[in-house]
């Protein structure tokens, strides 16, 4: 089913649209609370969690991007969980070194409470990524916003995980300077 | 600013931002794998081993069909080169039935140190699924071999035929003789992920996997400093397929814990060393790299695999070069490695 069929079913708010939006996303979601969340049943509740999300905010909301509105929403959701959670015991999943691997980004003057989480931060990070070769751009993602395992990228890019990781700690410092370029510049 | 905002930030990027990320990962790539996650089953199933008539008969679906998917497929690449093409691989055309999906080897393509074999897998609704082919084996003449990789491509959307390429490198010779490709369950993920799809079967498959060796050494010997390191050229191998580079660092003892020892964020050396720069520059003027960076736009390789072990105070490297069309080689000019030129006589 296209992604505004199933829409559609939203704004219709037939019970169709979930089982429509589970087939077709169903992987994909789960995909992401799994990893954040180590474990089958929280993830599928968060998984359930967004597509209730998605029911409250379609209508009025008509997402451009079925996918990734809900990439967005189980995601976040799945965030939250972990905060919540006993999942948030170290060493757990790929966010404690997601996390470490992001503190090395982080400017050693910046203005700290004005970013906050504020769109201005994403802006700077779409920028830096912009500015990135596709394939160095799409690494970049796949580890930080799906939590991506090196040794999957390493699989799915033909690359070692070695260079996977000299990949990204080259890309973190790289932000590390953009976002302090542009805490000055701002 | 926190990590987490980081996180948090990096996490409201722009939607097309996140779903090129997957299609990227989706795309026909070669990729690496490492073997030794093959899903073995406790119970072998009723297997179905029927050698194609194809073979026998010299019925195919054209000669540069079941080569063809071997290569990439964006239309750029020059067309097969039909006498190299005979020379370096075979239309195969064995098949396996069980559980009700077909698996078809297409074709073998190989030269000294790499293996292509492409394979088709018919099954109703099979268009939409990745495979995962970490899940398939192949033992016989290449036995022993563990490194390699394999991609998914589907040519012909709509005729439930998936297409999967799989690719055999290794630092010693590929022998002749009969292979065995043994599929034990079909792993279906969409995604990669989780929430796999199984069929649970068993696919043995025997080909031919003999070729003529077209293969090249050029001179070696030559002394490179890589990063201050020493290392000498051991041997330079060349076919139309691909290129092997074999040499051995002699870091000093210091120099060699730190390239092995070294936490894994640091180890551009090691890398560096694994894939050593190199341009292949043809009589034409057009020029083949080693992408050790994602800087060149186009390095015509389809894939670099690269590898090392240590040897006392030395490190043996190696690294095969997968070339993204024939690469006929009188057509060479010269093979420069980490800046020594190296004419092809």
């Not at chain 2, 800087?295 to 590898?307: A, I, L, N, R």
């Amino acid at each position: 089913m296209e992604d505004q069929e199933i829409i559609e079913l939203y704004w219709k708010r037939s019970e169709k649209a979930i089982s429509a939006t589970e087939e077709k996303y169903g992987g994909y979601c789960y995909a992401i609370a799994y990893r954040i969340l180590q474990n089958d049943e929280d993830a599928q509740e968060c998984v359930n969690d967004a597509y209730f999300s998605a029911w409250r905010a379609i209508p009025p909301g008509r997402p451009e991007k079925l996918q990734a509105f809900l990439g967005k929403l189980v995601r976040n959701t799945s965030l939250n969980r972990r905060k919540e959670s006993h999942a948030q015991k170290r060493g757990e999943g790929q966010i404690p070194l997601a996390l470490s691997e992001l503190e090395e980004c982080i400017p050693a003057v910046t203005r700290v409470e004005e970013y906050g989480e504020s769109a201005e931060l994403t802006n700077a990070i779409e920028r830096f990524l912009y500015a990135q070769t596709q394939p160095k751009r799409n690494i970049f993602i796949r580890r930080y916003w799906y939590l991506s395992p090196i040794r999957e990228l390493a699989k799915e890019y033909g690359m070692s995980q070695s260079k996977i990781k000299s990949l990204l700690f080259r890309m973190r410092k790289e932000l590390k300077t953009h976002l302090e370029k542009e805490d000055f510049l701002l | 600013m926190k990590k987490e905002d980081l996180l948090n930030a990096i996490g409201n990027i722009q939607d097309d931002l996140i779903l090129s990320a997957i299609d990227d990962s989706k795309e026909s790539r070669p990729k690496r794998i490492r073997r030794g996650l093959m899903v073995t089953l406790a119970a072998a199933l009723v297997l179905t081993l029927t050698v194609g008539v194809g073979a026998a008969s010299g019925i195919f679906r054209g000669l540069e069909d079941p080569f063809a998917p071997a290569f990439r497929n964006d239309g750029s690449a020059p067309p097969l080169d039909r006498e190299l093409v005979e020379k370096l691989g075979h239309p195969v055309g064995v098949s396996a039935t069980d559980q009700g999906v077909t698996v078809t080897v297409d074709s073998v393509l190989r030269d000294r140190y790499t293996c292509t074999v492409v394979t088709s897998i018919a099954m109703p609704g099979i268009e939409k699924q990745e495979i995962d082919y970490e899940a398939m084996e192949m033992s016989g003449a290449l036995d022993g071999f563990s490194s390699g990789g394999g991609y998914t491509t589907n040519f012909t959307p709509g005729d439930d035929t998936l297409q999967i390429i799989r690719v055999w490198e290794s630092e010693e010779p590929f022998p002749e003789g009969e292979a065995t490709m043994t599929i034990d369950t079909l792993v279906f993920n969409r995604y990669r992920f989780l929430r796999e799809k199984k069929v649970e079967g068993k696919w043995e498959l025997k080909f031919d996997i003999s070729y003529e060796d077209l293969s090249t050494e050029l001179p070696a010997g030559q002394v490179l400093s890589v990063e201050g390191i020493e290392t000498t050229l051991d041997e330079i191998t060349i076919s139309p397929l691909s290129m092997m580079v074999k040499h051995t660092a002699e870091p000093g003892e210091a120099d060699l814990e730190q390239v092995i020892e070294t936490e894994p964020y640091e180890r551009t050396l090691k890398n560096h060393l694994e894939e050593l720069a190199c341009v292949i520059t043809k009589k034409d003027g057009t020029q083949f790299f080693c992408p050790g960076t994602f800087e060149e736009k186009e390095t015509h390789m389809q894939s670099v695999h690269g590898d090392s072990k240590q040897q006392g105070e030395k490190l043996k490297c190696w690294y095969v070069l997968r070339f993204d069309q024939m690469l006929p080689l009188d057509e060479i000019q010269s093979i420069t490695i980490e800046g020594v030129e190296i004419p092809l006589a």
